[in-house]
Nanobody, 119 residues
Framework: QVQLVESGGGLVQAGGSLRLSCTASGSIYRVDDMGWYRQAPGKQRELVATIGSFGRTNYADSVKGRFAISRDNAKKSIYLQMNALKPEDTAVYYC?????????????WGRGTPVTVSA
């Protein structure tokens, strides 16, 4: 059973910073693309940032220049450094990973970590 465990969410004032972490565990042969998504109350889940196994990154326009995604392949982990946070960044942030396991290829989601940015 593959699991993704997120941490690092919390309450921060506008203009502040947070760093999210996500680690994959289980019988994993390989971890490919990983990423962060978020879902605000009453809205659909949206992409925040993704990172490939060789480090290629992709960001939503709304976070470019403020957020930075990184990964540590040895630890099967990704991170999201969030700076200059705005109230509209308030959401539950979910980790996502595409992994190869013994039964084949799987897409896995974490349970989410809440981020609240106060004005």
């Amino acid at each position: 059973q593959v699991q993704l465990v997120e941490s690092g969410g919390g309450l921060v004032q506008a203009g502040g910073s947070l760093r999210l972490s996500c680690t994959a565990s289980g019988s994993i042969y390989r971890v490919d693309d990983m990423g962060w998504y978020r879902q605000a109350p009453g809205k659909q889940r949206e992409l925040v940032a993704t990172i490939g196994s060789f480090g290629r990154t992709n960001y939503a326009d709304s976070v470019k220049g403020r957020f930075a995604i990184s990964r540590d392949n040895a630890k099967k982990s990704i991170y999201l450094q969030m700076n200059a946070l705005k109230p509209e960044d308030t959401a539950v942030y979910y980790c996502n990973a595409h992994v190869l396991v013994v039964s084949g290829y799987q897409e896995v989601w974490g349970r989410g970590t809440p981020v609240t940015v106060s004005a």
